[in-house]
């Protein structure tokens, strides 16, 4: 087939740009789930779309592509662009732009067979006008009552149409916020196509783009949740390279804003228990039954939450948390550090043990998700200590291998 | 469906290149213009001849189009959802006093169906009414490129005055805080929940010769071992910088990040975090600080040590 910069299935071009944003070290021959020339199509149409961050670098293997944005530069997230590719055909926009002048005014409601006739009065001015039918117009009209565009009224035994009332925009400052900032903000980027070009005052620190190219999969998630159903869901097991169907009830959208991740809290039929799923891994979404039981489950997620760092879900509620507890030395001038524990910590306790120490503690499911926290914390560190061995373990192992690393040498003293 | 070309980079070029059509006949130079603005690096080369060559029959030959006004499309039922959502927000309130969005539609989300779990819990005061208002004044300013005069209040370094010209807020979802950046004799930052008072400065900013100095931005380099899933980690954790990451061997690879050099500290923690599986290895001046933070841990664990041996 002939490439064409458009797209009718958002899957194939999104494994792409994943691969180009946050890896960008593969060659083109190391893309072998596909075939070469799915990747030159699939490149060039990324290129075309994200232009402006494209970067190459040649290597032996040959030419790497990849993304490189600087998300606190670009005041959008340049991967909307991907959703707003979406091919049609020679008679849909035709269609759509003609239905909408007819239907110009709300208070016009029209029969598909008088919006037919009036379409062909359109066209008779082309060469070769296009004639589109009672039943393609009716099709066309049924999507867009789907979509809330369309206003579909039975009156007898005839059915009118009409354009569904506007509702004002909300100004271009919160469109400029809330796109980048509110989950599924590509819906706030399409409401700022809506608007006049304007210089935006926001900038963004700390901003994590890739869960837009996942929110198809958590716009369904959020539309299970208030119908509280159950779902079915294809979920890609990637260092499997496998796919999986699993059922759950939606619960929650758990969200990290230091690590870039976004995770679907949910229960598990088949496992009895709550358990959370990337949502960069959920490629599908199917809505199914009403669950019955899902405020029972959101409360038990809510008794949960205290003890959770991450998003590492024990077996059961009633699982007994690990205690954790560090404390860390500062100077007489170093007293944010205590306002560091405070204002960092997600659950537990910390206190002053000294005039210039303070102690954190905590129960948790998984003490081994503190971790990495932990860490940030070096050259302050005084006591360690955990429940959990393995992770008192894994903190001291670390440690000296870093030491070692940093040609400190071993855990020993010198 | 977001997926949908309603909401295309197409639809949206033609919308526009339909209400200046309906304004007077186009010119192909000016459909050129538009399509080229609205739409994508190569959409000039299917959007021109499908509408010159009627296979989108909505402009004429002579540039006129058979439409009688200008296009527009409703709200989506999704996008109505969507706004409503974010009327529930507590950030609102920043921007607007009155309730927007249609009233008959759900939201898209609720507060309760997300959970943000690692922001930082000293986020601004976003229900304070001269929080509300020193944002509203800064927006204003910012819009109208209108000198501000502003002090604030720091527990470093006391109260502080700025004569400055903003440009822009930065926000920061980790650390749920506002930043105002303006110049004045120099790029400057102030902290929104810091400022004491905030006015429309009456006077004239007398700026130095030339472009206000930026800092240079600062490069570090990581080399990786790919356990526990560390590549993957390390690359989505700084995927909000501009960086590049190369294969050395199986499980080595290279990781370049280019940052501010203001957020040293927050970079050199961030790097720690990852333990033994991230390694600095430039520039000489980045890595000393690694060792000096694990030198000093080292030394603490001796101590600690010793205190069990007693």
Redesign the interface.
């Known amino acids: 087939m002939a490439y064409?910069?458009?797209i009718k299935n958002?899957d194939r071009v999104r494994d792409y740009m994943r691969e180009f944003?946050?890896?960008?070290?593969k060659s083109r021959s190391e893309y072998t789930q596909r075939s070469a020339r799915s990747y030159d199509d699939e490149r060039?149409r990324v290129?075309?779309?994200l232009?402006d961050y494209m970067?190459f670098?040649q290597?032996r293997e040959g030419k790497n592509v990849?993304l490189?944005?600087?998300?606190?530069v670009s005041r959008h997230n340049p991967l909307y662009?991907a959703?707003?590719?979406?091919?049609?055909t020679?008679g849909?926009?035709?269609l759509?732009?003609?239905l909408?002048?007819i239907l110009?005014d709300p208070d016009t409601a029209m029969t598909a067979g008088e919006i037919s006739g009036e379409t062909d009065a359109?066209?008779a001015?082309?060469?070769?006008?296009?004639m589109f039918d009672e039943s393609t117009i009716r099709k066309k009209l049924k999507e867009y009552a789907d979509?809330?565009?369309i206003l579909r009224e039975r009156r007898g035994k005839s059915i009118y149409y009409r354009?569904?009332?506007?509702?004002?925009?909300?100004?271009s400052?919160?469109l400029d916020?809330?796109s980048e900032?509110?989950?599924?903000g590509?819906?706030?980027s399409?409401?700022l196509?809506k608007t006049e070009p304007h210089?935006?005052?926001?900038?963004?620190?700390?901003?994590?783009?890739?869960d837009a190219m996942y929110?198809?999969a958590v716009?369904a998630l959020?539309?299970a949740?208030?119908e509280k159903r159950t779902v079915t869901m294809r979920v890609i097991q990637r260092?499997k390279e496998r796919m999986t169907e699993r059922e759950a009830v939606p619960l929650?959208?758990?969200?990290?804003?230091?690590?870039?991740?976004q995770y679907l809290?949910a229960y598990v039929p088949r496992l009895g228990r709550i358990s959370a799923f990337r949502t960069d891994n959920i490629l599908s979404v199917k809505p199914g039954e009403v669950c019955g039981q899902f405020e029972e489950h959101r409360r038990t997620l809510e008794r949960m939450?205290p003890h959770?760092w991450?998003i590492s879900m024990p077996e059961s509620a009633d699982q007994p948390p690990e205690h954790i507890e560090f404390t860390v030395?500062y100077g007489e001038k170093e007293r944010h550090i205590h306002?560091r524990l405070?204002?960092?910590?997600?659950c537990g306790t910390v206190e002053r043990t000294g005039a210039g120490s303070s102690r954190f503690s905590a129960d948790v499911y998984d003490t081994a998700e503190m971790?990495?926290?932990i860490?940030?914390f070096?050259?302050?560190?005084?006591?360690f200590e955990c429940s959990n061995a393995e992770t008192e373990a894994r903190f001291r192992d670390?440690?000296r291998?870093?030491?070692?690393?940093?040609?400190?040498e071993g855990?020993e003293?010198e | 469906m977001i997926f949908s070309e309603l909401y295309s980079a197409y639809y949206n070029a033609v919308a526009r290149i339909l209400r200046e059509a309906c304004a007077h006949p186009l010119s192909k130079a000016e459909l050129r213009k538009i399509a080229a603005r609205e739409a994508f690096g190569e959409s000039l080369l299917n959007i021109e001849p499908a509408i010159l060559d009627g296979r989108w029959q909505l402009l004429n030959a002579d540039g006129t189009t058979p439409l009688r006004h200008a296009p527009t499309m409703p709200m989506t039922l999704l996008q109505k959802r969507w706004l409503k959502a974010v009327s529930l927000d507590p950030r609102i309130r920043l921007f607007a006093d009155t309730d927007f969005g249609d009233p008959d539609v759900e939201p898209l989300f609720r507060p309760e169906d997300i959970d943000v779990f690692d922001r930082y819990s000293d986020g601004d005061p976003y229900g304070d009414e001269n929080y509300i208002r020193n944002f509203r004044l800064i927006l204003e300013a910012i819009r109208e490129r209108a000198p501000l005069e502003i002090e604030s209040v720091s527990p470093k370094r006391g109260t502080n005055r700025y004569i400055l010209t903003p440009e822009y807020l930065e926000y920061s979802e980790k650390d749920d805080k506002f930043r105002l950046a303006g110049y004045g004799f120099r790029q400057q930052f102030v902290n929104l929940a810091r400022i004491t008072r905030c006015e429309r400065y009456k006077g004239k900013i007398r700026y130095p010769d030339g472009v206000p100095g930026i800092p240079e931005k600062k490069t570090v380099e990581l080399e990786l071992t790919d356990e526990r899933n560390a590549l993957e980690r390390a690359l989505m954790h700084f995927a909000h910088f501009e960086k590049e990451a190369e294969r050395l061997d199986g499980r080595r690879y290279r990781i370049s990040v280019t940052y501010n050099p203001e957020d040293e500290t927050e970079m050199l923690i961030r790097i720690l975090a990852f333990g033994p599986l991230v390694r600095v290895t430039a520039p000489a001046d980045f890595t000393e600080l690694v060792r000096e933070r694990l030198a000093r841990q080292k030394k603490l664990e001796s101590i600690e040590n010793g205190k069990s041996a007693d």
Not at chain 1, 125 to 130: D, I, Q, S, V
């Open positions: 064409y910069e458009l958002f944003y946050l890896y960008g070290f060039r290129e075309s779309w232009g970067r670098r290597t990849f490189s944005i600087d998300s606190r662009a959703w707003k590719t979406k091919s049609f020679d849909d926009i035709t759509h732009f003609i909408f002048d110009h359109y066209l001015g082309f060469p070769e006008p296009k979509e809330g565009i354009r569904a009332a506007d509702c004002p925009n909300a100004g400052e919160i916020f809330f900032t509110a989950p599924c590509v819906i706030g399409f409401l196509d210089d935006d005052p926001f900038a963004f620190k700390h901003h994590y783009i890739t929110s198809e716009c959020f539309g949740m208030e260092r929650r959208i758990r969200i990290s804003v230091q690590s870039g991740r809290l939450l959770l991450g030395a306002s405070e204002r960092e910590k997600r971790l990495p926290w860490r940030t070096i050259c302050r560190i005084t006591r670390d440690l291998a870093m030491y070692r690393a940093y040609g400190l855990g003293d």
